[in-house]
């Protein structure tokens, strides 16, 4: 599976001039981990950087910051290792691992951002495709010993029950 079917395409983003504070009461007002940091100039909007909500907290109490005072831009992780929505899952892994992050910009091609893509995201998406032949393979390797090994249970085939029949209460 892909990451752009992965990632989390609503992306909460904020401006650079923003404070810690307001960006604190974005982040918990939308239940994100991360938020978009973002510039404004005249032609466009370009990504700055990403903060975390880990960020918000380390930097306000490890480095007694006034989040009143201090700009978002001034704390926003810069220098983003991103994927394209085009990666396969196992890829994105790896990504996120050499990055030694939680999470990756999604982009396309063209460099436009349409999602965030989180560790969380990946472990169902990794597994899946195993799940059925895995699945199948086991139960036929427990069917073979059954049948050499009285002492092994088979798992049950497939089974179908006959409808109850209604007793009345006396």
Same mark, same amino acid.
């Given at each position: 599976m892909n990451v752009g079917h992965l990632c989390k395409r609503a992306i909460v983003t904020i401006d650079a001039s923003s404070t810690l504070r307001e960006t604190a009461r974005k982040v918990l007002a939308h239940r994100i981990g991360a938020i978009v940091v973002k510039t404004q100039s005249q032609e466009r909007r370009d990504v700055l950087g990403l903060v975390t909500d880990r960020d918000l907290?380390?930097?306000?109490?490890a480095h007694e910051l006034d989040p009143a005072a201090v700009l978002v831009g001034a704390i926003a992780s810069r220098d983003l290792a991103c994927v394209l929505s085009s990666c396969g899952s196992a890829?994105?892994?790896v990504r996120l691992a050499q990055a030694g992050? #939680?999470?990756?910009?999604v982009c396309e091609d063209?460099? #436009?951002l349409v999602g965030l893509l989180s560790s969380d995201d990946l472990p169902g998406a990794l597994v899946e495709p195993l799940n059925t032949p895995v699945g199948a393979f086991r139960a036929g390797i427990q069917r073979e010993q059954a049948r050499h090994d009285p002492s092994v249970v088979a798992p049950p085939a497939t089974m179908f029950l006959p409808p109850l029949e209604r007793t009345e209460l006396a």
């Open positions: 907290s380390l930097s306000c109490v890829d994105a892994s992050v #939680r999470r990756l910009p063209d460099g #436009r």
